[in-house]
């Protein structure tokens, strides 16, 4: 079975600073995908990021960057200049290879950031 | 925006009765989920299909039924709702394995 861990419940950063948000993965598939989501206090979910697992490169989406360690099977996001509107709760999520496998998600960790 | 549409948007009902969620999208995208939403435990898959009457169970699919007779429409239903299942529902969309998925906007339900 897939399992995706978020150990960090929150964190706290400073306006400009560089946060990293853990996520931790673990599946038997070697083909599968693995996804950032964000959460603003108003609820909606936006995606942020996405890696697939033969990527050669860790994925980039402006101020986002996903730090893949497949060896040892984590995902970690990395927000750079953090900024007030990064506030939010940020989800890991993985889909394995198979057709039909679902999208699963972790806790979530709560991120805020002060000025 | 991705054209995913939940309703209804909000509902309070009484336990024992049932209750019909409804996710309606114009992407046809193939996969479609239903989570929950519950403080500390992030989102928790509930049933997802992929593909029109090809549905599968996810982690906390007890007391939850769901139906996909039609590309653009996922149906949840609780059979007979509990005060447990009281929640925010969220129905997701994507088009492919290792494609983003995309949210609805939610359904606050409450169980009386």
């Known amino acids: 079975a897939q399992k995706i861990t978020q150990t960090q419940p929150g964190m706290f950063v400073q306006e400009k600073e560089a946060v990293t948000l853990d996520c931790t993965y673990d599946t038997s598939d070697p083909s599968y995908g693995l996804f950032w989501y964000k959460q603003p206090s108003s609820g909606e979910m936006i995606f942020l990021i996405y890696?697939?697992?033969?990527?050669?490169q860790n994925a980039t989406e402006g101020r986002y960057s996903l730090n893949f360690q497949k060896a040892r099977k984590s995902a970690n996001l990395v927000i750079s200049a953090s900024q007030l509107g990064d506030s939010a709760m940020y989800f890991c999520a993985m889909r394995g290879g198979q057709a039909g496998t679902a999208l699963i998600f972790g806790k979530g960790t709560t991120l805020s950031v002060s000025s | 925006d991705a054209g995913i549409t939940q309703s209804p948007r909000h509902k309070v009902t009484e336990t024992g009765t049932p209750v019909t969620l409804r996710c309606h999208q114009t992407e046809n995208h193939r996969y479609m989920y239903w989570y929950r939403q519950d403080p500390g435990h992030g989102l928790r898959l509930i049933h997802y299909s992929y593909g029109v009457k090809d549905t599968d169970k996810g982690e906390v699919s007890d007391g939850y039924s769901v139906s996909r007779s039609k590309t653009e429409d996922f149906l949840l239903t609780l059979e007979s709702a509990t005060s447990s299942q009281t929640s925010v529902y969220f129905c997701?969309?994507?088009?492919?394995?290792?494609?983003?998925?995309?949210f609805g906007q939610g359904t606050r339900l409450t169980v009386v």
């Open positions: 997701a969309i994507s088009e492919g394995q290792y494609t983003e998925a995309f």
């Open positions: 890696q697939g697992s033969y990527d050669q």
